[in-house]
């Protein structure tokens, strides 16, 4: 049984042989880690660490494929672990289930030869841009939303970095995401795919493709834009704001009630009446609109979003879930 014949065959034995001794971290392990993570442990990538802070739930299952019905409120990191563990027993798997913040991601992403984004949140891309900077690990930013989605790997100080496109994340409620356009799952599926093709070749010693290339498979769309040409001061002088921790997304309980206060730092400028809407259609439900304030319900909990971007959850969400939400629907 010689389960890598046909991938020898095309990229030689020294390359194929590499992928044995790699080590990638897989951060997000949703519709594109779902994707990412199988093609990178059937190729026989030696180990790959699988991260994501999430239970499984029902709203996934139409794409992420490494799911089903019965892992329902199973962590993500553990079941995938498990399914990829059935496809290929014979590299090694290494599921956390935690929530990546600037406390933790230096030891989290560190050690690795590639770390492949599967997030879906800028706060999280962030942190890996400042993790690649500081350690010189490529990375791979992919992206997916309604029927469109990019793929750019990224290599600094030897390619541009994040910050050199964009130098913060989007203020929250600026951006669409998953929440408020929707995502098709074969979209997710293309992209995902491509990021792991683009893996494979960092992995093998072949350089990525450079451009930042964006299809929209709906609309039949392709544009491929040229990276910045002039670099940062944060990859070029490797100063790592979001590791220190200068810029954040912090839930903490609320002291001596059930809940969650959320903060991120610097403050934020939301657009309450955009994000009144997006919740409207969320939650099928109506939220008030009051001054600097929008409140409303998500299911059993009652939530406050401020202006400046804080958020008080009054009921019995995690802290890990509150930032998930706040990312889902606020978007930052
Ligand atoms: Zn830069």
């Not at 939301?270 to 409303?296: F, I, Q, S, V």
């Not at 969400?317 to 998930?324: D, F, G, H, I, N």
Request: with cysteine.
């Amino acid at each position: 049984m010689d389960r890598y014949a046909k991938q020898r065959l095309f990229l030689g034995r020294e390359a194929d042989g590499a992928l044995r001794t790699k080590r990638v971290a897989v951060l997000g392990l949703g519709a594109l880690g779902s994707v990412i993570a199988p093609w990178l442990a059937r190729a026989g990538v030696g180990h790959l660490t699988l991260i994501d802070r999430d239970l499984v739930e029902a709203s996934n299952l139409q794409r992420q494929l490494l799911y089903g019905e019965a892992d329902l409120g199973r962590p993500k990191a553990e079941v995938a672990a498990q399914r990829l563990a059935e496809a290929n027993s014979t590299i090694d798997l290494r599921p956390v289930v935690a929530d990546l913040t600037s406390g933790n991601a230096r030891e989290l992403l560190s050690g690795f030869d590639l770390i492949c984004d599967g997030t879906d949140n800028f706060e999280a891309r962030f942190l890996i841009n400042d993790v690649a900077i500081l350690t010189g690990t490529p990375w791979i930013y992919a992206g997916a939303i309604g029927g469109e989605g990019l793929v750019w790997p990224l290599n600094p100080p030897r390619t541009p970095c994040l910050r050199c496109l964009l130098e913060e994340p989007p203020a929250g409620g600026d951006v669409d995401t998953c929440d408020s356009a929707g995502v098709l799952g074969p979209a997710v599926g293309v992209i995902g795919s491509w990021a792991a093709l683009e893996a494979l070749k960092i992995l093998t010693g072949r350089a990525p493709h450079a451009d930042l290339a964006r299809f929209d498979f709906w609309e039949d769309e392709r544009q491929f834009l040229s990276p910045p040409r002039t670099r940062c001061r944060f990859c070029t002088e490797r100063i790592t704001e979001f590791l220190d921790a200068r810029w954040s997304l912090k839930a903490s309980p609320l002291c001596g009630l059930e809940g969650v206060q959320i903060r991120v730092n610097p403050p934020a400028r939301l657009d309450l009446d955009a994000l009144k809407t997006r919740l409207e259609l969320r939650t099928r439900g109506p939220w008030k609109r009051a001054g600097l304030m929008l409140k409303g319900q998500e299911g059993p909990d009652e939530i406050t979003l401020f202006a400046d971007g804080r958020a008080l959850v009054h009921g019995p969400m995690s802290p890990e879930r509150a930032r998930s939400w706040y990312t889902e629907v606020v978007g930052c």
